[in-house]
């Protein structure tokens, strides 16, 4: 589904991204999560929102499993600049030999999607962290990335058409084919003990 205006099209991802974003930005307001949430969440369902379910999974999967990475070297990054006093020389060494600890990981479990992601949460963690709240403030991030995620992967499976879908009907399906199969068992076992007898 898509309308073109022109050169200009408006497709469907385009629809869900939108979506996301404003459910993540209602949420962070009303549980006073503040902007840095919204930002690291919002760019996180950015990232996840994919053409199909299937290849969601897989990007929400790459990008949360890169959150957790670039948090944890983020803190470790941080924990070395605080014990160098703040040193320049420690965050212009750090940072970029991070960066490529972190691409090399993830591009060796094959979790691409989460590449830039991992990258730009241990960036935005280790360039903003308040002074001394550096592991809260990481693992903060990393639930707002988390959330981001959750909330992108809800919103395809709500409008993607390989999506698993569950029903009422089909659960209601379910039920009553399996006791018809648990009843037909009852009777088969009945009726071989008859027989024996």
Do not use: C, W
């Not at 629809?15 to 006073?32: C, D």
């Not at 989460?114 to 963690?125: E, F, M, R, S």
């Not at 592991?135 to 990335?145: N, Q």
């Not at 009843?183 to 008859?194: C, F, I, P, S, W």
């Amino acid at each position: 589904m898509s309308f073109q205006f022109g050169r200009f099209r408006l497709g469907l991802r385009t629809i869900k991204t939108a979506i996301a974003i404003l459910i993540i930005l209602v949420f962070t307001h009303l549980f006073h999560r503040g902007q840095s949430a919204a930002m690291v969440a919002g760019i996180s369902a950015i990232i996840a929102v994919r053409d199909s379910y299937s290849a969601t999974v897989k990007a929400s999967k790459a990008r949360f499993i890169g959150a957790t990475l670039g948090g944890s070297l983020a803190i470790v990054y941080y924990f070395f600049y605080l014990l160098s006093h703040q040193n320049f020389v420690v965050q212009i060494i750090l940072i970029p030999l991070f960066v490529l600890v972190n691409i090399v990981i993830m591009d060796g479990f094959n979790l691409h999607p989460g590449l830039v992601g991992a990258n730009a949460t241990l960036l935005i963690i280790a360039l903003t962290i308040p002074e001394n709240a550096y592991v809260g403030y990481a693992i903060s991030r990393v639930l707002d990335t988390f959330f981001g995620v959750v909330v992108a992967t809800l919103v395809n499976s709500a409008f993607i058409h390989d999506a698993p879908k569950v029903t009422i009907k089909k659960i209601s399906r379910g039920k009553v084919k399996k006791s018809q199969q648990v009843n037909g068992q009852d009777k088969t076992a009945t009726v071989k003990k008859e027989k024996t007898k």
